[in-house]
């Protein structure tokens, strides 16, 4: 039976809830737990999948097809494990549960309500699966005092008094202003972060802090009886260089120990952190740096690529240099010149994305690599659109374009090497859909597997001809112009397992160019770097001075 520790934060949002609930799981890994990671999202969308990358930062995508939040990436980073569709709900996804059983009547009848209905359906998820795990650390999104979020905060205090004494606690994050005038930090909002969780019902067993200084034993201590904690439960989280620091930084501080202390696990199982005293010293001592460019459409908002960010550090770390990575705004490109603002890159990668603004741009970016020989990453529409410009500049198919964005601008004069998936198989079954269904959800969601070509380069580079990797997009490359693009020089060296699908494209003239249709930055992780990043940064640091 599992242990249930729920991370609440306060005061204000972005704290890092995700990290420090990815960093815990690794420390309760490292003393011989095991573990699972959720998230609980107050917002009304079923889930992530059609919110906008400016809105919610990128949707990360389990093997078992579900759209997540970007938490549950940090989650799988840290600790490994593969996360499910069970490991993430949002209030949208549970209102549509509960109505769903109305319409069916299987409430018999009576007034359905928030409490019992709604908070019975949250515990119920939080159950799933408990007996598989030793402990089961649940992250509340938003933060106390949110009004959508209450209905979770209500059902984790009901979850609390159901369980067995000892079995359940609770870690509040929140923060510590730094006022300059005053020259001190302010354990006020804390405080009353707390009281606002205690007014509903749930104290914290364990406060996180998060400051810009080292919090003084003064302030610990007054937080410590203002807030009804342990002294040795008030943990200082201190601004890090390097989000990979979590897990030593969070055992120096004690916020392992404290875990086990509140459920009262004595004596504690050593941790081994071999692993991440490794993967810190890869980050702090690289041998050189490597410039990368990501030419995308969401460069505003860093977190629309966290993952690709991610790997690419990972890349960094499996070839001991730095990874700079420079954002650079694909639509800069559609009327101007590429070579001006792309050269002096070790790398190019062009990353996903959903529509046609910028796909010009991202165009030029494919051309300019490959003519400059300049190592090459497409991910999903970066795969499509180094197809297109070869289609375009290569094969002599001037027209070349795709389904998606042509059909936006009404243009019907073009040749669709990229088309509109509507049949696909998965597992045993077949999968259809149509243009105009419904957004959510509809997409080629998840984990399918993809065959190699032999002696191709990626399948040099995983060392295998049988992979799977997760997928998300609805348009694929057509594959009846396979034979006019390979006899140009792109080669189709990854395909779906009855062959209709393509998976990997590659230019086996150039130092390093591939286009893959699906999500490899997904399960890269900093002690397990994904074996087409390592390879693709090893190649920016052949290209590289390694300034």
Request: glycine content about 10%; hydrophobic content about 35%; some cysteine.
């Given at each position: 039976?599992a242990?249930f520790?729920?991370?609440?934060?306060?005061?204000?949002?972005?704290?890092?809830?995700?990290?420090?609930?990815?960093?815990?799981?690794?420390?309760?890994?490292?003393?011989?737990?095991?573990?699972?990671?959720?998230?609980?999202?107050?917002?009304?969308?079923?889930d992530?999948?059609t919110m906008?990358?400016?809105?919610?930062?990128?949707?990360?995508?389990?093997?078992?097809?579900a759209?997540?939040?970007?938490?549950l990436?940090?989650?799988?980073?840290?600790?490994?494990?593969?996360?499910?569709?069970?490991?993430?709900v949002s209030?949208?996804?549970?209102?549509?549960?509960v109505?769903?059983?109305?319409?069916?009547?299987?409430?018999?009848g009576k007034?359905i309500?928030?409490?019992?209905h709604?908070?019975?359906?949250?515990?119920?998820?939080i159950?799933?699966?408990?007996?598989?795990?030793?402990?089961m650390?649940?992250?509340?999104?938003?933060?106390?005092?949110?009004?959508?979020?209450?209905p979770?905060f209500?059902?984790?205090?009901q979850?609390s008094?159901?369980?067995?004494?000892g079995?359940?606690?609770?870690?509040?994050?929140?923060?510590l202003?730094?006022?300059?005038?005053?020259?001190?930090?302010k354990?006020?909002?804390?405080?009353?972060?707390?009281?606002?969780?205690?007014?509903?019902?749930?104290?914290?067993d364990?406060l996180?802090?998060?400051s810009?200084?080292p919090?003084?034993k003064?302030?610990?201590?007054?937080?410590?009886?203002f807030?009804?904690?342990?002294?040795d439960?008030?943990?200082?989280?201190?601004?890090?260089?390097?989000?990979?620091?979590?897990?030593?930084?969070y055992?120096?501080?004690?916020?392992?120990?404290?875990v086990?202390?509140?459920?009262?696990?004595?004596?504690?199982?050593?941790?081994?952190?071999?692993?991440?005293?490794?993967?810190?010293?890869?980050?702090?001592?690289?041998?050189g740096?490597?410039?990368?460019?990501?030419v995308g459409?969401y460069?505003?908002?860093e977190?629309?690529y966290?993952s690709?960010?991610?790997?690419?550090?990972?890349?960094?770390?499996?070839?001991?240099?730095?990874?700079?990575?420079e954002?650079?705004?694909?639509e800069v490109?559609?009327?101007a010149?590429?070579?001006?603002?792309?050269?002096?890159y070790?790398?190019?990668?062009?990353?996903?994305?959903f529509?046609?603004r910028?796909?010009?741009?991202k165009?030029?970016?494919?051309?300019?690599?490959?003519?400059?020989?300049?190592?090459?990453?497409?991910?999903?529409?970066?795969?499509?659109?180094?197809?297109?410009?070869?289609?375009?500049?290569?094969?002599?198919?001037?027209?070349?374009?795709?389904?998606e964005?042509?059909q936006e601008?009404?243009?019907?004069?073009?040749t669709?090497?990229v088309?509109h998936?509507?049949?696909?198989a998965?597992?045993?079954?077949?999968?259809?859909r149509?243009?105009?269904?419904?957004?959510?959800g509809?997409?080629?969601?998840?984990?399918?597997?993809?065959?190699l070509?032999?002696g191709?380069?990626v399948?040099?580079?995983?060392?295998?001809?049988?992979?799977?990797?997760?997928?998300?997009h609805?348009?694929?490359?057509?594959?009846?112009?396979?034979?006019?693009?390979?006899?140009?020089?792109?080669i189709?060296?990854?395909?779906?397992?009855?062959?209709?699908l393509?998976?990997?494209?590659?230019?086996?003239?150039?130092p390093?160019?591939?286009g893959?249709?699906f999500h490899?930055e997904?399960?890269?992780?900093?002690?397990e770097?994904?074996p087409?990043?390592r390879?693709?940064?090893?190649?920016?640091?052949?290209?590289?001075r390694l300034v």
């Amino acid at each position: 039976m599992a242990r249930f520790i729920f991370i609440t934060g306060g005061v204000v949002s972005s704290l890092g809830k995700g990290l420090a609930s990815a960093a815990l799981g690794a420390l309760l890994q490292a003393r011989g737990y095991s573990v699972r990671l959720r998230k609980l999202d107050p917002y009304l969308n079923v889930d992530p999948g059609t919110m906008s990358p400016f809105e919610h930062g990128e949707v990360f995508v389990t093997d078992d097809g579900a759209e997540t939040d970007l938490d549950l990436g940090h989650y799988e980073r840290f600790t490994g494990v593969a996360a499910r569709k069970t490991d993430s709900v949002s209030s949208g996804r549970i209102y549509s549960t509960v109505l769903e059983k109305e319409r069916r009547g299987d409430y018999l009848g009576k007034t359905i309500q928030v409490i019992p209905h709604v908070t019975n359906e949250i515990k119920d998820f939080i159950k799933i699966g408990e007996d598989e795990v030793d402990f089961m650390l649940c992250e509340l999104g938003g933060t106390i005092g949110d009004i959508e979020g209450l209905p979770f905060f209500e059902a984790i205090r009901q979850f609390s008094q159901d369980k067995p004494r000892g079995q359940c606690i609770f870690m509040h994050l929140t923060l510590l202003p730094y006022l300059e005038a005053a020259g001190e930090l302010k354990t006020k909002p804390t405080q009353h972060s707390v009281k606002e969780l205690r007014s509903i019902g749930i104290a914290p067993d364990i406060l996180v802090c998060r400051s810009e200084r080292p919090i003084p034993k003064k302030e610990r201590d007054k937080l410590a009886l203002f807030c009804n904690v342990r002294p040795d439960a008030v943990i200082a989280a201190e601004d890090m260089d390097s989000i990979y620091d979590a897990p030593l930084k969070y055992h120096g501080e004690g916020l392992d120990q404290a875990v086990l202390d509140a459920f009262g696990i004595h004596p504690a199982p050593k941790p081994k952190l071999d692993i991440w005293k490794d993967v810190s010293e890869r980050v702090h001592n690289p041998e050189g740096t490597v410039k990368i460019a990501i030419v995308g459409k969401y460069i505003q908002l860093e977190d629309a690529y966290k993952s690709i960010k991610e790997a690419l550090t990972h890349g960094g770390m499996a070839n001991r240099v730095k990874v700079k990575v420079e954002w650079v705004d694909a639509e800069v490109f559609d009327q101007a010149d590429a070579a001006p603002r792309l050269a002096g890159y070790d790398g190019i990668l062009v990353p996903g994305g959903f529509g046609e603004r910028g796909t010009e741009g991202k165009i030029k970016a494919a051309q300019f690599a490959r003519e400059n020989k300049v190592p090459y990453l497409g991910i999903c529409l970066g795969m499509q659109l180094a197809v297109i410009e070869a289609a375009r500049n290569l094969a002599g198919i001037k027209d070349a374009g795709s389904e998606e964005f042509d059909q936006e601008r009404g243009d019907k004069r073009f040749t669709p090497i990229v088309y509109h998936l509507k049949e696909w198989a998965e597992g045993n079954r077949t999968i259809q859909r149509e243009v105009g269904d419904d957004k959510g959800g509809t997409m080629r969601l998840g984990a399918y597997n993809a065959t190699l070509k032999e002696g191709s380069k990626v399948a040099q580079i995983y060392e295998t001809t049988k992979i799977s990797e997760r997928h998300r997009h609805r348009y694929e490359v057509d594959t009846k112009y396979r034979a006019q693009l390979e006899k140009c020089g792109l080669i189709f060296s990854g395909m779906s397992p009855d062959g209709r699908l393509p998976e990997i494209v590659e230019m086996p003239d150039h130092p390093w160019y591939v286009g893959v249709q699906f999500h490899p930055e997904l399960k890269s992780k900093p002690f397990e770097p994904h074996p087409l990043f390592r390879d693709f940064v090893r190649a920016a640091v052949g290209q590289s001075r390694l300034v």
